[in-house]
């Protein structure tokens, strides 16, 4: 069975960082964009990041642009989103997920796997 765990969530003050790594089992990365997604109560998941594992490009949204940097580990079968200059807005749970396509889409539905989330919360 599939899984994508995520790690390194927690609460940090603004303008603060925090690293959120994504490992998978049974699931080899390379053959698969990845994802970053979050979602706040009362709101939709939404797009942070993606990665093409394969040729190591990377999308942002808006957002995030200049604070957060998703990378991968290729031996450790790893993503990560570096977030820095953190604020009280980007306070949600984050996911990571892979689609089995060639293109990180910025949709949630058309991602095959997903993880638990973990929690990212911001004070001000």
């Known amino acids: 069975q599939v899984q994508l765990v995520e790690s390194g969530g927690g609460l940090v003050q603004a303008g603060g960082s925090l690293r959120l790594s994504c490992a998978a089992s049974r699931l080899t990365f390379s053959s698969y964009v990845l994802g970053w997604f979050r979602q706040s109560p009362g709101k939709e998941r939404e797009f942070v990041a993606g990665i093409r594992w394969s040729i190591g490009s990377t999308y942002y949204a808006d957002s995030v642009k200049g604070r957060f940097t998703i990378s991968r580990d290729n031996a450790k079968n790893t993503m990560y989103l570096q977030m820095n200059s953190l604020k009280p807005e980007d306070t949600a749970v984050y996911y990571c997920?892979?689609?089995?396509?060639?293109?990180?889409?910025?949709?949630?539905?058309?991602?095959?796997?997903w993880g638990q989330g973990t929690q990212v919360t911001v004070s001000s």
């Open positions: 997920a892979a689609s089995y396509s060639d293109y990180p889409s910025r949709t949630p539905g058309l991602y095959d796997y």
